[in-house]
């Protein structure tokens, strides 16, 4: 098993940056694919990006493509969501995911969860 726990999130301005972090304890971080998932008000969760095992991999929803970047530092055993040129649409509780297969969009597959961190951008 691994245990996910996010930090990061917070209030910030539209057009601003934030750097989620997701940190991993437990089984070997690196046996992982991980993924990052939001959650806003009342919609269904979405996937937002993925990262392979050695990180040489890296996926994205196209919403996100060209301002967000997915990495993780294996020797640190933490993901990372770099957010950039945030917009009010990416307000929500985002949440890292693991899995032990490979590529998912589907959030159903990924076994591990953290507790979410809040991100909320103003208009």
């Known amino acids: 098993q691994v245990q996910l726990v996010e930090s990061g999130g917070g209030l910030v301005q539209a057009g601003g940056s934030l750097r989620l972090s997701c940190a991993a304890s437990g089984r070997t971080f690196s046996s992982y694919f991980m993924g990052w998932f939001r959650q806003a008000p009342g919609k269904e969760r979405e996937f937002v990006s993925a990262?392979?095992?050695?990180?040489?991999?890296?996926y994205y929803v196209d919403s996100v493509k060209g301002r967000f970047a997915i990495s993780r530092d294996n020797v640190r055993n933490t993901l990372y969501l770099q957010m950039n040129s945030l917009k009010p649409e990416d307000t929500a509780t985002y949440y890292c995911?693991?899995?032990?297969?490979?590529?998912?969009?589907?959030?159903?597959?990924?076994?591990?969860w953290g507790q979410g961190t809040r991100v909320t951008v103003s208009s």
């Open positions: 995911a693991a899995r032990l297969t490979d590529y998912s969009p589907d959030a159903y597959g990924y076994a591990y």
């Open positions: 990262i392979s095992w050695g990180g040489d991999r890296t």
